[in-house]
């Protein structure tokens, strides 16, 4: 991985920069993939597409905003967003204005910042007893609905839509779409079996793949 000098952003509300991470080359070994569909390339990071501002905290696409080009240094900032910072980015946006294509990525982060948070690097399982996983699951739960619905015309995305039923423990309907695909390669049918496994057992948690 070798990082270049970093792109600066500009809140389009304060109008404050702030400095993100660019590379001149990366690579994915040593690449994690997760039954969400998150990877993680140690060697590869990916700056967020959507921003919080340091300065006022309002949120921004970094697709819509001018930006320039630090001519020396670099950063190692990648602006990832936290399960909050995600809840009050979607508050945001759906109060102003989100196309789908934009609300698919905000909600796709949600969805990765909430297994993050309480199932893929979790020393410990989820704690069930606890107010605060609650909230954040029934969150969490109405963001895959929103997911499912915004991505089930797309005949490519039934295992990833049958993951998110099993996610916020509808397995029944996860069960179903699993066996309706048919595997094209053996990749695919390893995850799906692996995913079938895990539903019958009532298992939700996210998983490497």
């Known amino acids: 991985m070798l990082p270049d000098n970093p792109r600066v952003l500009t809140c389009p509300k304060c109008k404050g920069q702030k400095e993100v991470m660019t590379l001149m080359s990366g690579n994915t070994f040593g690449a994690t993939f997760w039954s969400d569909t998150k990877r993680e390339a140690p060697m590869l990071p990916e700056v967020s597409a959507v921003q919080k501002c340091p300065h006022c905290g309002y949120y921004y696409f970094t697709n819509k905003q001018s930006y320039k080009t630090s001519k020396k240094g670099y950063s190692s900032e990648l602006g990832t967003l936290s399960f909050d910072d995600c809840k009050e980015a979607l508050a945001q946006f759906l109060n102003e204005s989100l196309d789908s294509k934009d609300e698919r990525t905000l909600r796709m982060y949600t969805l990765f ?9 979790a020393k410990d399982a989820k704690p069930n007893d606890d107010s605060k996983f609650k909230d954040d699951f029934l969150y969490f739960k109405v963001n895959a609905l929103r997911l499912i619905e915004l991505y089930e015309n797309d005949d490519k995305t039934v295992l990833f839509r049958a993951e998110l039923y099993r996610e916020i423990e509808m397995y029944k309907e996860c ?3 699993i066996d309706s695909i048919k595997a094209e390669n053996e990749r695919i049918s390893a ?7 895990r539903a019958e057992m009532e298992d939700n948690a996210v998983f490497r793949i």
Not at 113 to 121: S, W
Not at 191 to 197: P, Q, T
């Open 113 to 121: 910042a909430f297994n993050d948070k309480y199932y893929r690097h």
């Open 175 to 177: 069960l179903k779409l």
């Open 191 to 197: 995850i799906k079996n692996a995913m079938k496994e």
